[in-house]
């Protein structure tokens, strides 16, 4: 039976829930947010919280009992090892023919993720949210998301002359000598902080190579932004370890939310159900479709639209690493946090980050990351039979990213006189088509919800995170993500509560 009926209940508590949770809040709106993840707040037997990516351990991954490191390999060699199966901060979650990678505990995504805090090109913006207002966007809503986030620029001249871009300044002498723009990338790690690593003064968190599995130090995450924000309101309680998997119409109006509690080995514990006034889906894109989708498919929520589950897509990621000359050498010390990117979007539809490989050792290998306008979108579907949702994405429908990646290395090995790295994701394998960081879409803002997020036919349930974006947003995802999410907050706290 019911226990509590409360005004909001968050599904979530990356980017889009934490938005919701903290501008609910200050509107006076007591909120609960339920999230699956641990809350990544104490320290393990190593006195640290986050584990490093060159010995992951429990914590790296999400109910693994092997790693699966987006790079899979070096050198020839397979790197991963085994671990404990536990609630770990990284999913490597399997879908149909790509690995999503996605961040779990509070603070979703901000907790694994590189911090490259980029706002698209104005030109760009039609194309990805074709319904919104970019004069509100870019005169509010991204400068908002923008200074809550922290978001900050390296200091050019330490750029120049530190040890730990190297690497960044090699890529932007080849994007250059082949005639592409080089950009750099704004970020919300703290930047004198990483300066302040490089002097020796503090403890090290990008300069000894902590990404995919936190950030011990340095970087800005949601924990310490809009999380720390909405807390310190006392309106906002956050439930970590515990799963939604339930939402439908309560008898006495709002929504029965059921809610699993769940162990550090992924065992439910414990069965809550809720009754919340209003409900905002922040599963991040793909934990949001599979919700709605199962929903609509069993019969919990039947009236959702047939947009619920369209309309994904992989923001266009194609990894790729180049084999330097040596007198190009990348260095031994690798900042984690990688700062720039070569802009080749209008061109050849690729905008490729210059990537760190922080493994300690001097590689010779240029590393990058593109974003690409890869036109491929999927869509989410009940599998009744095995009792999930599947995503019918194909591993093929990479092959546009790759033509747009080649665009600037083609060009980049042609000009260098250099070949791609065989070895990072297999044997003889050149591209990394396997994966993405960035998952968008599932239920499309203006198609699965009216054009602030709102479910059409289920007054008080809202989308306010990743899915609602359809697939690409040329440049990494989540200031676009939280500055949407501060546009349709705004809207529903002055027309809906
Ligand atoms: P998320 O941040 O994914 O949050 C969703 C939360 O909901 C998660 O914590 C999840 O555990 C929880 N959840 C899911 N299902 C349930 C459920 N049923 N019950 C309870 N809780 C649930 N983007 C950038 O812009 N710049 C970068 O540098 C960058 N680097 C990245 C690097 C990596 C390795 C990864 C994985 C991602 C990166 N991204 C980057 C992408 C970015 O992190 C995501 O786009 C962003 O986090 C998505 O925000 P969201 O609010 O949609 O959902």
Redesign the pocket.
Known sequence: GAEATIPVLV????????VAALRLAQAGVNVQM????MAWDTPGSDGKIFCNTTSPDQRSYWLRTKTKQ?LSNFLGFPIDKNIPRYTGI??AEEMGGIIV??????????????????TPKRENFSAILPSVNADEMYNTYYPRANAALGVNTIDPAWFETTAAYQYARVGRKHAQRSGFPFVFVP?VYDWDYMKQEAAGTVPKSALAGE??YGNNYGKKSLQRTYIAQAKATGRVTIFPQ????SVAPAAGGGYNVV?EQISTSGDTVATKNVVAAKVFF???????S??LVKLKATGALPNLNAEVGQGWGDNGNVMCGRANHLWDPTGSLQSSI?CSGIDNWAAGGAFAEVAPLPTGIETYASFYLSITKNPNRAQFSWNAAAGKVDLNWQTAWKQPSINMAKTIFDKINAKEGTIYRTDLFGTYKIWGDHLT????GGAVLNKATDNYGRLHGYPGLYV????LIPGNTS????????AL?ERNIEQIIATDL
Not at 11 to 18: D, E, R
Not at 242 to 245: A, E, G, N
């Open positions: 599904i979530g508590t990356g980017y889009g829930g934490s339920y999230e699956m993840g987006p990284l999913d990678y996605q961040g779990r505990g509070v603070g979703g995504g901000s907790l694994v993720n590189g911090g490259m805090a980029v970020d990404i995919l515990h799963r939604v998997t809610i922040a599963a991040g894109s793909v934990g949001t599979k919700l990688p960081y960035h998952p968008l306010i995170d990743g899915s440049v990494n995802p989540f200031v676009t993500i939280t999410a």
